[in-house]
């Protein structure tokens, strides 16, 4: 199983930018679904995750309150809104499916992942 991210740029600081993971060969719907970002010459890093209804979002401190995570369980994707970009948030961005339904922030629950997709904010 195999999920896409698309959506990602070349963005001005300041911009938004609105990403989407699916999958076209299962669905995802009874899984949490997460986003994580990898910067050049760092770790990856949790950023925001869905639980499987809906009704329970996290987020990580550095973009909370900026970026928003949803999901249409209708149409078996999950989209990540970022608003206020900065520079800080250049990295590809790889959205994934849990094994379990309930959101979590730790990337070993998380077994089934996209190819990623690439969000540059420019100065």
């Known amino acids: 199983v195999q999920l896409q991210a698309s959506g990602g740029g070349l963005v001005q600081a300041g911009d938004s930018l609105s990403l989407t993971c699916s999958s076209s060969k299962r669905t995802f719907t009874n899984n949490a679904v997460g986003w994580f970002r990898q910067a050049p010459g760092k770790e990856r890093e949790f950023v925001a995750a869905?639980?499987?209804?809906?009704?329970?979002?996290y987020y990580a401190d550095s973009v909370k309150g900026r970026f928003t995570i949803s999901r249409d369980k209708g149409k078996n994707m999950v989209s990540l809104k970022m608003n206020n970009l900065g520079p800080e948030d250049t990295a590809g961005y790889y959205c994934?499916?849990?094994?379990?339904?309930?959101?979590?922030?730790?990337?070993?629950?998380?077994?089934?992942w996209g190819q990623g997709t690439q969000v540059t904010v420019s100065s």
């Open positions: 869905i639980n499987w209804s809906g009704s329970s979002t």
């Open positions: 994934a499916a849990a094994r379990g339904a309930a959101v979590t922030d730790n990337t070993a629950q998380y077994i089934y």
